[in-house]
C-alpha cells in the first residue's frame, strides 16, 4: 500500500511512494412575613404585547441558514467560482479562494518546489499568484493572486469540530490537470482517521492527482476540509484523506490573520 499526494505533474500521475503506515441553595429559604401582595394588583392600561421580532419573509434566522443542505448541484454552482487550478514548473493542482483580495489556500506540496505560479479562475482568468505562507508539516500553503481588481469570489469555511461519519460531502478540484470545469466527485465521511500524529477526514468521494488543495464540502456549501491525498494499492479503493478545516483555520490565522 502507497501514500500519494494528488498533484498532477503535465497531467500524469505523480505518485508519492512514501508510505503511511452548580448551583447552590441561599441560606435563608423562609418566606418574608407579609405575604399579603398590593391593594392595588390591576395591570396597567397598556397591555400592547412586544414588538413583533418575527424575521421578515424571505429571510432565514442564521441557525436555520447554516443547516440547511442543497442540492449536488447547487453545492457545485456555489463553489465551482471559488476552485482555482494551480499551475507551477512541475505539475497542477487545485486551491480555493479564502478572501475576496484573493488569497488562495492549497497544499505545500503543490507549490513545494516554487515560489511564483501561476492561478486559473473558473472563467478562464489567468493570474501571477506568489506563495506568501506555508507549513510542510500540516501540508498548508497561502497563494496571493496578483491582480488589478480585489472581488474575487470567497468560500465559506465551515466547521470540523462536530464531523458525523456518514455524512455526504463533495470533492471539488482540477483533477488530473485538466483545463475547464472542475471535476466534482460525491462520498461520505468515511472515518476520522490519525496518522503519524495528524488528523484527517477520511472520504470514498474520488479524489485523484490535481485534486490536492481543492475543497472537501459537505451539503450545506461549507468546507469542512482541504483534499491531500489518497492511498493507493492494488487492494485499496476509495481511500482519499483531507485535511480538517479547524487546522486549516488555525494556519490561516497565525500567517495571514483573518
Do not use: W
Not at 501571477?128 to 470567497?154: N, Y
Amino acid at each position: 500500500m502507497m501514500f500519494m499526494s494528488c498533484t498532477s505533474a503535465d497531467t500524469t500521475t505523480l505518485e508519492d511512494t512514501t508510505t503511511l503506515e452548580d448551583t447552590t441553595t441561599s441560606e435563608d429559604t423562609t418566606p418574608p412575613e407579609d405575604t399579603t401582595p398590593p391593594e392595588d394588583t390591576t395591570p396597567p392600561e397598556d397591555t400592547t404585547p412586544p414588538e413583533d421580532t418575527t424575521p421578515p419573509e424571505g429571510t432565514t434566522p442564521p441557525e436555520e441558514e447554516s443547516s440547511r443542505t442543497y442540492s449536488l448541484s447547487e453545492v457545485v454552482a456555489m463553489l465551482e467560482p471559488t476552485v482555482v487550478r494551480i499551475e507551477t514548473p512541475d505539475g497542477s493542482g487545485s486551491g480555493v479562494i479564502i478572501s475576496h483580495t484573493g488569497y488562495v489556500l492549497t497544499n505545500n506540496h503543490v507549490v513545494e518546489d516554487t515560489s511564483l505560479v501561476v492561478v486559473t479562475l473558473m472563467d478562464g482568468e489567468k493570474n501571477d499568484g506568489i506563495v506568501v505562507a506555508r507549513d510542510e508539516q500540516k501540508d498548508l500553503a497561502i497563494v496571493a493572486i496578483i491582480a488589478d481588481h480585489s472581488d474575487f469570489p470567497e468560500a465559506v469555511l465551515g466547521s470540523s469540530e462536530n464531523i458525523m461519519i456518514g455524512e455526504e460531502v463533495v470533492a471539488i478540484g482540477y483533477a488530473l490537470g485538466l483545463e475547464g470545469q472542475v471535476t466534482v466527485s460525491k462520498g461520505i465521511v468515511s472515518a476520522i482517521r490519525d496518522i503519524d500524529g495528524s488528523e484527517y477526514i477520511q472520504t470514498d468521494a474520488a479524489i485523484n492527482p490535481g485534486n490536492s488543495g481543492g475543497p472537501l464540502v459537505y451539503l450545506n456549501g461549507e468546507i469542512i476540509g482541504i483534499n491531500t491525498a489518497k492511498y493507493v494499492g492494488v487492494e485499496v479503493e476509495g481511500i482519499g484523506l483531507a485535511i480538517p478545516i479547524d487546522e486549516v483555520k488555525v494556519f490561516i490565522q497565525d500567517t495571514i490573520g483573518g
